[in-house]
């Protein structure tokens, strides 16, 4: 039987004696092994979340279409806000703020879907889908350069915040 990698994220990882990251004295590590520090823990973290947000990413594009056939599937919805809410919160933890952004803006539009407060329309779809597209693009210059690229994504959350 193959070992399941635990994935940090849901593990409470970010939280050392309990306090959060940006409380940890210069050069405490993140890691609960203790054999890495500093920049090694953040890499390991930004590695892991990289991989974790490509395998949402690829859920959500399937759950987006299930969503649309499906608009009144509760569980369905739930999912996908969780997935992106999941995303947009790790982003804040890891400190990057474009990602982040983009990924509250589609969170606000899913979070008023999920209240009852909007309908699941093709319009809808359509702006998430972007959303997702744009963290997909951010997230490929980030996992090649290790840093969050510098861009501008006011007019989708601008059209995200429109609509929700």
């Known amino acids: ?3 399941r990698k635990i994935n940090p994220f849901r593990q ?22 203790g054999k890495r520090s500093g ?16 395998e949402n990413l690829a859920v959500l594009d399937v759950e987006l279409v299930k969503l649309e056939q499906n608009p009144n599937d509760i569980d369905l919805l739930s999912n996908i806000f969780r ?3 999941t995303v947009k919160g ?14 509250h803006a589609g969170e606000n539009v899913l979070g008023k879907v999920r209240d009852g407060e909007l309908e699941v329309t093709a319009q809808a779809v359509t702006l998430i889908l972007a959303c997702l597209d744009r963290i997909r ?15 501008d994504d006011s007019e989708l959350i601008k ?4 609509f929700a």
Not at 12 to 33: K, M, Y
Not at 159 to 162: E, G, H, I, Q
């Open 137 to 151: 693009s951010i997230m490929g210059d980030l996992e090649a350069s290790g840093t969050e690229p510098a861009g």
């Open 39 to 54: 920049a090694g823990a953040m890499d390991d973290l930004l590695s892991e979340f990289l991989t974790e947000t490509n």
């Open 12 to 33: 409470g990882l970010g939280r050392e004696n309990g306090r959060q990251p940006s409380q940890l004295a210069a050069g405490q590590s993140l890691a609960n092994d």
């Open 83 to 85: 997935l992106v809410h």
């Open 159 to 162: 059209s995200l915040n429109a």
């Open 1 to 3: 039987m193959a070992s």
């Open 90 to 103: 790790t982003c804040g933890f890891l400190g990057l703020p474009r990602l982040e952004s983009v990924a």
